[in-house]
Structure formats: structure tokens, C-alpha cells
């Protein structure tokens, strides 16, 4: 009946939120939803099995404040140039990680922090490609990724 | 029903205007940086100050201004940031593998080869 709880709900919600809430949206939104959950399991994607949900507010709350720190140094960047001794540059990271939907949430998380951009991933040789705006050492940049977000995703995902 | 900006008390106004002002401020920031920096890779990341808190602060104030005009609480903005949030590395990536596939083949600047052909 509902191969996909999780996104009907969501369906349902979004559709609540953008008509206002009465009991005749309500029917229509269900209605919807619950046959674009069943579109969606026609496409048999790989279903996202979340092991430790509980952990989730943890990674928002690490993505919100790397967020906002991050904000700040590209606008001094962008604003004064970048420190002496600083450069911008690629990084080639391996990863460990191998669930599509941690990779691709790692995917947007590295995306929206700004100063660093997910170019490429390599699923035979397991690595990715990074371009970082304010490189200082490369050590420290995969050990941010790799202690702050990959294990916390791996803990979720796998 | 939604009041005149005039009826808002001054502590809602200020608070609105400071993160309309923190959202604006980026996006131009961001804006700036996307004329200002040099190469290709760098400029990729300057339009993100708008994707990230560019859009946070301007869906916060919008979510304060129409929550407290209208005195019930407005919160489908929020769908459009977890949207652009979401699309924003699609595009990027996009346009980066493109970048990097045109200079990996005039074999310009010092682009990192692909370690193997898949």
C-alpha cells in the first residue's frame, strides 16, 4: 500500500504547507501523494535504510554551525583576498562510505558549506574529487570531512 | 489578514531587517566574489554565500514578517530553502565535471587527470 512511508508523508505535508491546512487538502494531498509514492517504487530505486535516526539532529546541528562559519570566511575572502600562504586547490579524498544516500547527502553538505565543491566521484576507485577555496593543508581538510561527516553518516547509513 | 509593516512592534522589525540585511548582504557578497575571483574552480564557490545563508536569512525574515503580520505561523518558505539547497550541487557539479572534462582535453592549467578511464 505505501512502499514509502517516509516520502508520502513528506508529500503529504509539502502539500499542506503550500494550501493551508483543511480537512478537503488533507484528502486531495493523501490522494496525491500516495500515488506518487507508488511512481516512485516503479523506478525501484535502492531504498535508504536509516540505522540510527536519533543521530540526525547531531549532523544538522554541525552542518548549521560549519555553515556559518564557513559563510563568514568565504565573505572575507571574497571581500579582502585570501591570507598569504593560502591557496585554492583540488583534493582527492578516498572515501569509506558507499550508500548512495550518505554520499549524496555528504554530497550536498560539502556543496553548501561554501568554500568547498564536491566535483567528482569515482564509485570503482572510491574517491572523490574536491575543489577547497582556502586550502591550507591538506591533512587537515580530510581529516574534517572524514571525522566530522563520513563517520557520522556511516553510523546513520550503514 | 495581513497588517502594514507600520503595525509590526520595533523589536519583530529589527530582527526581520537583520537577517534580511545578513541574506541580502551574502547573495551580494557572493555576487561580488563570482566577478571578482579569478579561475573557474574558485568562482564556483562564491554563489554559494547565496544558496547557503543568502537563502537562510531571507527565508528567516520572510518567515518572521508574514508569521507575526498575519499572526499565524508561515513556514512553507522553508520549502523553498531545503529545495535550493538540495538542487544547488546538481547544477555545480554539472558545471564543474564540465569544466574539468574541457581542460583534462586541451590539457590546459593544472587540472588533476583521472586516475583511470571508466
Known amino acids: 500500500m505505501l512502499p514509502y512511508p517516509l516520502l508520502t508523508l513528506s508529500l503529504v ?5 503550500l494550501n493551508g491546512f483543511s480537512f478537503g487538502h488533507l484528502l486531495l494531498g493523501s490522494f496525491v501523494a500516495i500515488f506518487a509514492s507508488w511512481g516512485m517504487a516503479a523506478l525501484r530505486p535502492e531504498k535508504p535504510r536509516l540505522r540510527k535516526w536519533y543521530l540526525l539532529p547531531k549532523l544538522f546541528w554541525l552542518v548549521f554551525v560549519d555553515v556559518i ?23 582527492t579524498m578516498p572515501l569509506e562510505l558507499q550508500d548512495r544516500t550518505a554520499l549524496a ?5 560539502l556543496t553548501s558549506v561554501p568554500g568547498s565543491a564536491w566535483l ?15 586550502l591550507i593543508d591538506e591533512e587537515t581538510w580530510v581529516d574534517m570531512v572524514k571525522n566530522r561527516y563520513e563517520k557520522l553518516l556511516m553510523e546513520i547509513f550503514e | 489578514m495581513i ?7 520595533v523589536w519583530a522589525a ?19 566574489g563570482f566577478l571578482r575571483l579569478p579561475t573557474f ?15 537562510g536569512g531571507i527565508v528567516l525574515a520572510s518567515i518572521l514578517y508574514f508569521s507575526l503580520s498575519s499572526s499565524r505561523l508561515a513556514v512553507h518558505e522553508i520549502l523553498i530553502g531545503i529545495f535550493v ?3 544547488t550541487p546538481v547544477t555545480l557539479m554539472l558545471l564543474a565535471r564540465a569544466a574539468l572534462h574541457r581542460d583534462r582535453a586541451e590539457r590546459n592549467g593544472n587540472v588533476p587527470e583521472r586516475k583511470r578511464e571508466i
Request: glycine letters at 8%; aromatic letters at 8%.
Open chain 1, 105 to 109: 547527502i555528504l554530497a550536498v553538505i
Open chain 2, 41 to 55: 574552480y574558485e568562482r564556483i564557490h562564491a554563489p554559494t554565500l547565496g544558496t547557503s545563508w543568502g537563502v
Open chain 2, 85 to 87: 539547497t538540495v538542487t
Open chain 1, 69 to 91: 562559519r564557513s559563510n563568514l570566511a568565504v565573505a572575507l575572502v571574497i571581500l579582502r583576498g585570501r591570507p598569504r600562504g593560502h591557496t585554492a586547490g583540488f583534493l
Open chain 2, 3 to 9: 497588517q502594514s509593516a507600520i503595525d509590526l512592534p
Open chain 2, 14 to 32: 529589527c530582527l526581520v531587517a537583520f537577517f534580511l540585511l545578513i541574506g541580502s548582504g551574502l547573495a551580494l557578497i557572493g555576487a561580488i
Open chain 1, 13 to 17: 505535508l509539502m502539500w499542506l504547507l
Open chain 1, 120 to 134: 567528482e566521484y569515482d564509485a570503482s576507485e572510491r574517491h572523490v574529487l574536491l575543489h577547497v577555496l582556502d
